[in-house]
């Protein structure tokens, strides 16, 4: 038994050494130690074994198992050393890396979002409505009259069934206030659409952040307190804002908002970044009529509303001099972002 185990050992390590691929050396370990393997077989021989000698060759077993085992490993390990240096062996891991390019959101999406976060926190909900309006949510809900010039055709896309392209994201106003009663704190971002001659400041295409906050006693401190925190959110807590009267049909009183930008190396300067005002009563009682209750009553409720230029708000945060940049997509500039 002990000269079979020794000559079993010293052909299994053999083997073993001989293995010069994975294959080779899988096929011996299942040839030595698996089921029928040489070791195996020879193991089931300790039942013949005399009880005196049982220790002595278990022993001997034991210790030719772990010696065949270690060769295992050792060989397996060497055969994974080869492989990696054969692997690596075309690779110059002196040459400088690759650089990677990251993606980022475009800078139109950036400020999206900051925007919606600053309001969200003040409690502000999502609300939407179609790009493709009708005059009635467009303009006449928001009390603008048939004369009025943002409704000619030179300003505004008609389409020939009468539908337009939403000059502003007001009519969202309206369409909510259709469907919900106050309390309502919405805001509505999406783009907008006007004839507009394209250049530096322009395009016919834009993006605007509309805002309405309807209940009970709301005021024209509630406005200011809101949109200045908000426009010290964006641009810094030193920001200036200013509230410059103005008209808009649907507020009244309506404001325009200017913030005082300090740019480096340039005198500051106030630019207009949104308007905004007291919800005009009118606007209420229609909304009232076209529901047939009094949920909006100007006796019962208050609002101020507010709507801004997203595309605006991206061009002063990066002093960006072309709204152009933001629609042509070209790398080298939306990289900037990343
Ligand atoms: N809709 C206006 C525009 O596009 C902006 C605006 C002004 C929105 C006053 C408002 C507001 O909600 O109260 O020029």
């Known amino acids: 038994m002990k000269e079979k185990i020794d000559a079993i050992q010293a052909e299994a390590l053999a083997r073993i050494a001989a293995a010069d691929d994975a294959r080779t050396l899988e096929e011996a370990r299942v040839g030595i130690l698996g089921k029928k393997g040489t070791l195996t077989e020879v193991s089931a021989g300790m039942r013949d074994v005399p009880k005196e000698q049982k220790a002595e060759i278990g022993q001997l077993l034991n210790a030719s198992r772990s010696a065949i085992t270690a060769a295992l490993e050792t060989k397996q390990s060497a055969l994974q050393d080869a492989a990696d240096a054969q692997a690596l062996a075309g690779i110059d891991a002196t040459l400088p890396a690759r650089p990677v390019h990251h993606g980022s959101l475009h800078p139109l999406t950036l400020i999206r979002h900051q925007a919606l976060e600053v309001l969200r926190r003040m409690g502000f909900a999502l609300a939407d409505g179609p790009e493709i309006e009708d005059e009635f949510h467009c303009f006449d809900a ?33 369409r909510t206030m259709e ?66 009267p103005h008209f808009f049909p649907f507020t009244e009183p309506s404001f325009e908002i200017d913030v005082k930008l300090h740019a480096k190396g340039q005198a500051p300067k106030w630019i207009e970044v949104a308007g905004c005002g007291m919800v005009d009563p009118a606007v209420f009682e229609s909304i009232d009529a076209g529901r047939k209750d009094d949920a909006f009553s100007p006796e019962k409720v208050t609002g101020f509303a507010f709507g801004m230029g997203l595309d605006r708000l991206a061009m002063i945060r990066w002093g960006i001099k072309d709204i152009r940049l933001l629609i042509e997509n070209d790398v080298r500039f939306l990289r900037q972002f990343a």
Do not use: C, W
């Open 179 to 244: 469907n919900q009663a106050p309390p309502i704190r919405i805001i509505a971002p999406g783009s907008a659409y006007r004839r507009d001659e394209i250049d530096a400041t322009h395009l016919s295409v834009f993006n605007q952040l509309e805002g309405l906050y309807v209940d009970r006693d709301v005021s024209l401190g509630d406005l200011k307190g809101t949109l200045e925190y908000f426009f010290r959110e964006m641009f810094g807590s030193e920001t200036e804002v200013r509230f410059r």
């Open 142 to 174: 928001l009390n603008t009259p048939a004369d009025h010039p943002a409704r000619n055709e030179k300003d505004t896309f008609y389409f020939d069934s009468g539908k337009l392209l939403r000059t502003h994201t007001s009519s969202v106003q309206i």
